[in-house]
């Protein structure tokens, strides 16, 4: 039996790993991992005994029909180099790095690749996970992608163009909805006799069940508001404010982020040999 395997046990690639065992998307018996630093392992080991641990790319890569690659950023260049002479004809390559554009994986290996990006919240099976798929990506291959990562909450397919704005909204937005509850607690401490532990005892729950309130009874933003918001009460004062503030701040917090993606985008062109005319020859994703 050909093989799934795994190149990387950082932080999103572990979590991305175990939730897609612990699911029972993929069984252990169909795994094989790799890590450049096997010590990292150790734990992982202990509780998925049936995956194989590769002791070189070498020896992973021939091994499989599909290989998530899970590396950092300025990895990922030496490890598709290192496994290209291993590499069986019909692989399936998935990149989980979302600033390499996949013209320039292709500019090193010429097979059927896929970029998803993944979230943290997949750990509970929500999220949204972001795919999109280079021209020689087979129907199976698309239908194994989207199989997998419906376990761990919904799977969107994208063009690669759209992916950078879906990624703020998606992977990165956990991130952003922690540090919003964060700031709303530590001023709540300023006003009022409630503990750091009661606020968040309050504020946690309720934030959770805002979200589950919008996406189970299919409610928008607006009508939510309009129910809690009574006309001339006392929460909307409170949300003219927000609709005062915020819009700036979430349009710089955009602006900002999607900028840093362009640059690190360019900066990886530049590592992977693509110039103005080299781009003009790689086939366009679809």
């Given at each position: 039996m050909r093989k799934i395997g795994f190149i990387g046990y950082g932080a999103m690639g572990s979590i991305m790993l175990r939730a897609l065992l612990d699911s029972g998307a993929l069984s252990q018996n169909q795994v094989i991992v790799f890590n450049r630093t096997p010590e990292k392992l150790k734990d992982f080991r202990k509780k998925y005994r049936r995956v194989e641990v590769a002791k070189s790319l070498a020896v992973l890569a021939p091994k499989c029909e599909r290989i998530f690659i899970c590396t950092a950023t300025s990895a990922v260049k030496?490890?598709?180099?290192?496994?290209?002479?291993?590499?069986?004809?019909?692989?399936?390559?998935?990149?989980?790095?979302?600033?390499?554009?996949?013209?320039?994986?292709?500019?090193?290996?010429?097979?059927?690749?896929?970029?998803?990006?993944?979230?943290?919240?997949?750990?509970?099976?929500?999220?949204?996970?972001?795919?999109?798929?280079?021209?020689r990506v087979l129907a199976k291959d698309k239908k194994f992608i989207r199989d997998i990562f419906a376990s761990l909450g919904r799977v969107k397919e994208l063009k690669e163009s759209q992916l950078d704005l879906a990624a703020d909204l998606s992977s990165c937005a956990p991130a952003?909805?922690?540090?919003?509850?964060?700031?709303?607690?530590?001023?709540?401490?300023?006003?009022?006799?409630?503990?750091?532990?009661?606020?968040?005892?309050?504020?946690?729950?309720?934030?959770?069940?805002?979200?589950?309130?919008?996406?189970?009874?299919?409610?928008?933003?607006?009508?939510?508001?309009?129910?809690?918001?009574?006309?001339?009460?006392?929460?909307?004062?409170?949300?003219?404010?927000?609709?005062?503030?915020?819009?700036?701040?979430?349009?710089?917090?955009?602006?900002?982020?999607?900028?840093?993606?362009?640059?690190?985008?360019?900066?990886?062109?530049?590592?992977?040999?693509?110039?103005?005319?080299?781009?003009?020859?790689?086939?366009?994703?679809?």
């Open positions: 030496e490890v598709l180099n290192a496994i290209q002479p291993y590499l069986p004809e019909d692989i399936h390559i998935i990149s989980i790095t979302g600033t390499i554009e996949i013209k320039c994986l292709e500019n090193i290996f010429s097979g059927s690749i896929t970029k998803i990006i993944p979230t943290q919240i997949a750990e509970v099976g929500e999220g949204v996970t972001l795919v999109c798929h280079n021209k952003f909805h922690a540090a919003i509850l964060n700031n709303f607690a530590e001023m709540a401490k300023k006003h009022g006799k409630l503990t750091p532990e009661e606020i968040n005892e309050i504020v946690i729950p309720t934030a959770y069940g805002t979200m589950k309130l919008l996406l189970e009874q299919n409610i928008s933003f607006t009508g939510l508001i309009n129910r809690v918001a009574t006309l001339g009460g006392i929460t909307e004062e409170g949300v003219k404010v927000l609709n005062q503030e915020l819009p700036r701040v979430f349009d710089k917090i955009l602006t900002v982020t999607l900028a840093k993606r362009a640059s690190v985008k360019k900066r990886m062109r530049r590592q992977y040999g693509l110039d103005s005319e080299t781009e003009a020859c790689i086939t366009s994703t679809t």
